[in-house]
């Protein structure tokens, strides 16, 4: 025991300290959520009234239904991408490394950076549209970044360049983990490469793909950084993201109980997602034991 | 910051102390020092605060100021911060109606023995000095002035369009413009896409088409001037101001176009004072540009009163007070403003401090004249786009309506003149 104890300090202190700061925090939030907080965190009691505001206004259900379109199309976009560059880097082509770094390097730049830089790419005052008008294709169109309506796809694209990589290394590790006795059989049995793809080696991959997916839709729910810099919510109002109202009515406004009752709106939603995963998992592993 | 800096600082400070003996018997044994935080970090807004902590400094003081880029809110979210852990700085920017708002949160000065020494309150307008005594003491001190409604020409714009005429009423405005479209400007009205941005033209419109109408509709959020006819009347202009902008500009602000503007690319821009600082820091000279109030329906000037101050937060600290109580003469002193405002481009405060010498510009003497008329014919307002007339809650529930309705123009003058009034029932 004694002999053990630096283990367990380095192991427990830390996870006790940052579990007491998840939850001390959380409940916190929740607590402010329900009282008459605006500059600072008083306490008091309104009941349900900060949600109610934040449940009916403008920018709330604009953010629902942007996260609605934009995770959907996010996760799948990014899935199906992700998916194609992990096999085409499975048919053992040279210079493999180099071009599994170049596809997994957007990863490691920061969501400011990624927002940035696109949001100057895709103006069309400076980027792309001005670069093919200059090239002399002038009734070329690409205003994406300020059509109200086709803004948030101009997130999806980003987002997608970011974390597509990401996707890719995961299914590439499973296709690579694929048992070569079952691809051995399949040879035999006279599959061609696309019949033993959709066959044989995609069904293994699901348990990766619902992984991918977990991943990519928490990260949805809460991007932040990546729309503040590339288009801070707007044209106008358009392409407000939950993560979004919460800073704007907490930081912006000055309203803290709303900012607090929206965040607590958030985690349900996140909760939405994980709890499914999570009991998921279990039920993996009680069969798992079982079998 | 470098060690370096600050010991030379320091010392700098120290020998100017030593030099002004008599200063630092009336200050008491401690030599003063100032913390401050202001969001004002870069271009002719840094330039001005550095050059008073320089004056600070050679009144024996410490200058210890701590710049938070970004709008305003972003200082806010600093104070806040400071404020909650019970460490204020001595002493903050904050404006307007926030003024009263955070005063309620911390304990701030009581300034009215040194407002009274200064002789101050006889020079500051009433409107403005109402918003910085809310409990009836003086707790803030406004420090320079900005309209935000300053209708900036392009001298090579107006040459395109062959005019020379300076456009007085909002008629006059789109004439030019239809004029600088026809006559090869790309884009007859200059802007940037942010939230302020867009704020500014509806109040620059609504202002000018009607000054009561904003008083009693936007400053006193009276609800049926809110449902009334000039509303609607400033949407119409306001559209017509976002069909004459640059749809590109995403969410730029509006400094990136400062070339294009001078260059005649973009002819007009509603712009408050601080433009001219950023142009001249830009290194654009004033035969570039001309300034002149924004455009008024009755011909006389309105003006959309925009006063940068600051607050004084109470510390226990005997060096921090002496250090507020320099800075508190400081911010008072005309020899002080007119530094701060020819570096800025804003009009002093003080209403004595004469304009007509060398380093103010036209620009700026037409704002003190127009401040001045504007007073005169009760025509002095207090901007909403630049949180002056509300608080930051209010404020940027309706600039949520106006920044989408100049961005969507499928959205009907009637229907947003509605979404505005109904955002204002729903965020009292």
Redesign the interface.
């Known amino acids: 025991m004694v002999r053990r104890l630096p283990e367990y300090l380095t192991i427990w202190v830390p996870l006790l300290l940052s579990a007491a700061h998840l939850i001390a925090f959380t409940l916190w939030t929740i607590w402010i959520s329900f009282t008459p907080s605006t500059l600072v965190p008083i306490s008091g009691w309104v009941g349900l009234r900060n949600y109610s505001a934040v449940a009916a206004s403008r920018n709330w259900q604009i953010a629902l239904d942007n996260l609605l379109l934009f995770g959907s199309a996010f996760v799948l976009l990014s899935l199906a991408t992700g998916l194609i560059l992990a096999i085409l880097l499975d048919q053992r082509i040279r210079g493999e490394n180099v071009l599994r770094s170049i596809f997994l390097y957007p990863l490691a730049v920061s969501f400011v950076v990624t927002g940035t830089v696109w949001s100057w790419l895709l103006n069309p005052g400076l980027g792309i549209q001005k670069l093919v008008h200059d090239l002399g294709w002038t009734s070329f169109r690409f205003d994406w970044l300020i059509d109200r309506d086709m803004a948030i796809w101009t997130i999806v694209i980003a987002a997608i360049w970011q974390s597509s990589g990401f996707a890719m290394a995961l299914f590439l590790a499973g296709l690579r983990s694929v048992d070569a006795d079952l691809i051995k059989a399949a040879q035999i049995d006279g599959a061609g490469p696309i019949r033993m793809y959709r066959r044989v080696i995609l069904p293994t991959l699901w348990p990766i793909t619902v992984t991918v997916i977990v991943i990519q839709l928490q990260f949805a729910i809460s991007t932040f950084d990546l729309v503040r810099a590339l288009t801070n919510g707007g044209p106008g109002i358009a392409t407000q993201l939950p993560a979004l109202v919460v800073y704007d009515l907490m930081f912006q406004r000055s309203l803290l109980g709303r900012g607090a009752a929206a965040a607590v709106l958030m985690l349900l939603l996140l909760l939405a997602v994980l709890l499914p995963y999570a009991g998921w998992r279990y039920v993996q592993r009680r069969r798992a034991i079982h079998a | 910051m470098p060690i370096t800096t600050t010991r030379r600082r320091l010392l700098a400070g120290s020998a100017a102390a030593l030099a002004l003996p008599a200063f630092a018997r009336a200050q008491g044994a401690a030599k003063p020092r100032l913390t401050a935080i202001s969001q004002w970090s870069a271009g002719s807004d840094g330039a001005a605060i550095t050059a008073l902590g320089k004056k600070f400094e050679e009144k024996g003081g410490v200058w210890q100021h701590s710049p938070v880029p970004g709008f305003t ?1 972003e200082m ?2 600093k104070l ?1 911060a400071q ?2 852990a019970g460490d204020p700085p001595a002493c903050s920017q904050l404006k307007g109606p926030e003024i009263a ?2 005063s ?2 911390a304990p701030t000065v009581d300034l009215d023995a040194l407002v009274a020494a200064a002789g101050y309150e006889k020079v500051v307008a009433p409107d403005l000095a109402k918003l910085h005594k809310p409990g009836g003491k003086w707790i803030a001190l406004p420090l320079q002035i900005y309209s935000t409604n300053m209708l900036f020409l392009s001298k090579r714009a107006m040459d395109k369009a062959k005019a020379d005429k300076i456009p007085v009423t909002w008629a006059d405005f789109n004439d030019l413009a239809d004029k600088m479209k026809s006559g090869g400007v790309a884009y007859p009205v200059a802007n940037g ?1 942010t939230r302020p941005d867009d704020g500014q033209k509806f109040e620059a419109s609504l202002a000018g088409i009607s000054p009561t109408a904003y008083r009693s509709a936007i400053m006193n959020l009276d609800k049926k001037a809110l449902e009334g006819p000039e509303i609607k009347a400033a949407f119409v202009q306001v559209r017509k101001i976002a069909d004459w902008m ?6 730029q602000h509006f400094s990136t176009n400062l070339k294009r503007f001078v260059d005649g690319d973009m002819g007009m821009m509603i712009m408050g004072g601080w433009a001219q600082g950023v142009l001249r820091n830009a290194g654009f000279k004033f035969e570039d540009f001309v300034i002149a109030p924004g455009p008024s329906d009755n011909s006389k000037p309105v003006f959309l009163l925009n006063a940068d101050a600051f607050i004084f937060w109470q510390r226990k600290e005997p060096d921090l007070q002496a250090g507020q109580q320099l800075m508190a003469q400081l911010v008072m002193d005309p020899a002080i403003q007119t530094m701060y405002s020819q570096i800025t481009g804003s009009i002093p405060v003080r209403t004595d401090v004469d304009l007509s010498g060398e380093g103010w510009s036209d620009g700026q003497r037409r704002t003190a004249a127009a401040l001045k008329d504007a007073i005169g014919s009760n025509q002095a307002l207090l901007s909403f786009a630049h949180n002056m007339a509300l ?3 209010m404020t ?2 309706m600039i ?1 309506v106006i ?6 123009k499928t959205i009907k003058p009637e229907q947003a003149a509605t979404r505005l009034a109904d955002a204002v029932e ?1 965020a009292r």
């Open positions: 809110t806010m979210n806040r404020i909650i708002a955070w309620k949160i896409g640059d749809p590109n500009v995403g969410a608080e930051n809650g940027a529930a949520d920044t989408e309705y100049v961005k969507n729903s």
